[in-house]
C-alpha cells in the first residue's frame, strides 16, 4: 500500500507557527516514518516565512515605539542613552530572527520528508486561462492577488494526477472549489484536524497522534517531572539506605545515608507504553549523597593515614563518612487517562495531565551498587562530560586528583585477554595478535572522571592556543 498522499497550504503553518500542536505533531511522526507523504509549494515556504519576519518586525516597532515613550520619562542622558542603545540591538533582532526561522523550518520540513514543489514553466498556460477564466483557486476573472493560490494550485494539482488520492490542506476556503473540480482526484480539508477525523485515514493518523503525545512525555520531561516534589522524593526514598562499592580509602559497601542534591535527572530511550493509559519511561541521573562506612577501633588505628581525618568517633569505634556523586537509573511509571494518548490534544493539556498524574519508580540500580549489574560505560561518559563542559564553563578548571587515591587505582590494574574481534587491529606503533593482553585498571570514582576529562578539554585548549 502506497502512503497517503497530503499536500499543506500556508494557512496550516500560519494557524500553528511553532507546530506544536497535536494534530501537526502527528502530522511529523508519520512523514518522518514515512507512513505518509507530505507535500507543499516554495511559494508556502516564501509566504510563511516572510509572515513569520512581518509579525517579528511588526513587534519590534511596537516595543522600540514603547521604548521611546520611555525614554520620554528618563530624567538623565544616562538613562536616555541607555534605552536608545538597547532600542538599536531590538531593532536588529528581526533580522537575526529570520535566518533561525528559515532554518528551523527547512529542517523541519526535511526530517517530516515534505516534498517542496517549485513553479514550473508547464503550469503557465494553466495559470493564465485560470485567471483569465475566473477558475479556482481564483474567485473571479484577472483576480491578481489569487496569483499566489493559483501557483500552489499548480503544484497540487500536478501531484494529486500522480496519485491515487491526494489531501489537500487549507484554511483558505477558496482552494475547496478547486479541490471540487477533480472528480474527487484531490480532497479538502480545512484543517489538520479535521483530516485527522477521516474515516479513510484515521486509523494511520491515530497511529501518529499517540506518538507524537506519548513523546511529549520524553520532550518535556524537565517540565512535569523535575517540578513535582512527590518525583523527586521517590528517587531520594529508594536511595536511602542503599549501599554502593568504592575501592578508597577502604575497599568495602558504603551505605548511603542522605542524599544532599539531585541533578541531571533526564530520560532516555522512547517511553514504553503498556496500555491502559500506563507509560515507562527510562531515566538517569546523579545524586550527591552522603555515604557512610563503620569502622572498628583496630582497624581504625591502621587506616588513619589514608583515610585523611576522614573517620568520626561513633558509640561503637568510629564511623567513615564520605560525600560522593552516585549515578542511578530507573524506570518511572506514569499513569493517565488513555484518551489523552489517543487524542489530538493541545501540548499544554497534554503536560498538565501528566503533571497530575500517579506516578511511581520501579528497577533503580546504581552505578557500582552492591549486588547489581554496572552502567554501561557510555552512560557514564554522558554524564560525567555534561558536568566537565559546565564545570570549565563556569570558570572551575581544576584537575587535580588525589595521587593516593589514583595510584591505588592504578595498581588494581589486571592482565584481561584481548577480545577475539580486536584481533588484527593495526596502527603505525602496534599490532594487536592473537594471545594478547590489555592492562585494564578499574574506572575511577565519578568526580575524578570529571576531573580527567576537564585535564583533556584544558589541555587541548592550551595546544591549540600555541598552535595559533
Known amino acids: 500500500m502506497s502512503a497517503i498522499s497530503i499536500f499543506l497550504d500556508t494557512e496550516v503553518f500560519r494557524s500553528d507557527p511553532a507546530r506544536r500542536s497535536g494534530p501537526l505533531r502527528a502530522l511529523h511522526v508519520l512523514g518522518v516514518k514515512k507512513s505518509i507523504a507530505l507535500h507543499t509549494s516554495s511559494i508556502v515556504v516564501r509566504e510563511f516565512l516572510t509572515s513569520r519576519g512581518s509579525e517579528a518586525a511588526d513587534l519590534g516597532h511596537r516595543i522600540r515605539a514603547d521604548m521611546r515613550r520611555l525614554r520620554a520619562l528618563c530624567a538623565t542622558d544616562e538613562e536616555k542613552n541607555f534605552l536608545e542603545l538597547l532600542g538599536s540591538r531590538i531593532a536588529e533582532i528581526p533580522k537575526g530572527m529570520s535566518g533561525f526561522m528559515e532554518k528551523e523550518f527547512s529542517e523541519w520540513l526535511k526530517s517530516s520528508g515534505t516534498t517542496v514543489h517549485e513553479p514550473k514553466p508547464e503550469h503557465l498556460q494553466s495559470l493564465v486561462d485560470a485567471y483569465f477564466q475566473g477558475t479556482p483557486p481564483f474567485r473571479r476573472p484577472k483576480s491578481r492577488e489569487d496569483f499566489p493560490d493559483a501557483l500552489i494550485w499548480q503544484s497540487a494539482a500536478e501531484v494529486g494526477q500522480g496519485v491515487e488520492l491526494l489531501y489537500f490542506v487549507s484554511g483558505d476556503k477558496g482552494f475547496k472549489a478547486a479541490c471540487d473540480s477533480t472528480d474527487g482526484q484531490v480532497v479538502y480539508f480545512p484543517a489538520v484536524r479535521d483530516l485527522l477525523k477521516s474515516p479513510a485515514i484515521s486509523d494511520i493518523l491515530a497511529e501518529g497522534v499517540f506518538e507524537s503525545q506519548v513523546q511529549i512525555a520524553r520532550e518535556r520531561f524537565g517540565e512535569w517531572f523535575g517540578g513535582r516534589d512527590d518525583s523527586l522524593s521517590l528517587i531520594v526514598e529508594e536511595l536511602l539506605g542503599r549501599r554502593v562499592f568504592y575501592f578508597y580509602p577502604i575497599e568495602s559497601d558504603y551505605r548511603i545515608e542522605s542524599v544532599l542534591e539531585l541533578?541531571?535527572?533526564?530520560?532516555?530511550?522512547?517511553?514504553?507504553?503498556?496500555g491502559d493509559g500506563l507509560l515507562g519511561v527510562r531515566i538517569s541521573g546523579r545524586a550527591l549523597c552522603e555515604i557512610e562506612l563503620p569502622v572498628t577501633s583496630d582497624r581504625a588505628g591502621t587506616l588513619r593515614s589514608r583515610t585523611k581525618g576522614l573517620l568520626q568517633e561513633a558509640q561503637e569505634g568510629f564511623v567513615l563518612r564520605l560525600e560522593r556523586t552516585i549515578l542511578f537509573e530507573a524506570s518511572v511509571l506514569v499513569l493517565i487517562e488513555d484518551a489523552i494518548l489517543r487524542e489530538a490534544w493541545p501540548e499544554g493539556k497534554?503536560?498538565?495531565?501528566?503533571?497530575?498524574?500517579?506516578?511511581?519508580?520501579?528497577?533503580?540500580?546504581?552505578?557500582?551498587?552492591?549486588?547489581?549489574?554496572?552502567?554501561?560505560?557510555?552512560?557514564?561518559?554522558?554524564?560525567?562530560?555534561?558536568?566537565?563542559?559546565?564545570?570549565?564553563?563556569?570558570?572551575?578548571?581544576?584537575?587535580?586528583?588525589?595521587?593516593?587515591?589514583e595510584a591505588d587505582r592504578i595498581e588494581r590494574a589486571r592482565w584481561m585477554p584481548v577480545p577475539e574481534h580486536l584481533t588484527g587491529i593495526s596502527s603505525d606503533e602496534f599490532t594487536i595478535q592473537a594471545g594478547a593482553e590489555f592492562k585494564i585498571a578499574p574506572m575511577p570514582r565519578f568526580e575524578n572522571w570529571v576531573r580527567f576529562l576537564k585535564r583533556e578539554f584544558v589541555n587541548e585548549t592550551s595546544s591549540e592556543e600555541n598552535d595559533e
Open 350 to 405: 497534554v503536560l498538565r495531565a501528566l503533571k497530575d498524574s500517579e506516578i511511581a519508580l520501579e528497577e533503580l540500580a546504581i552505578y557500582w551498587g552492591s549486588g547489581e549489574k554496572k552502567f554501561s560505560s557510555g552512560l557514564f561518559e554522558k554524564h560525567a562530560l555534561e558536568v566537565a563542559q559546565a564545570q570549565i564553563l563556569a570558570g572551575d578548571e581544576d584537575t587535580a586528583v588525589d595521587p593516593e587515591e
Open 263 to 274: 541533578e541531571g535527572v533526564r530520560p532516555h530511550g522512547d517511553p514504553s507504553y503498556y
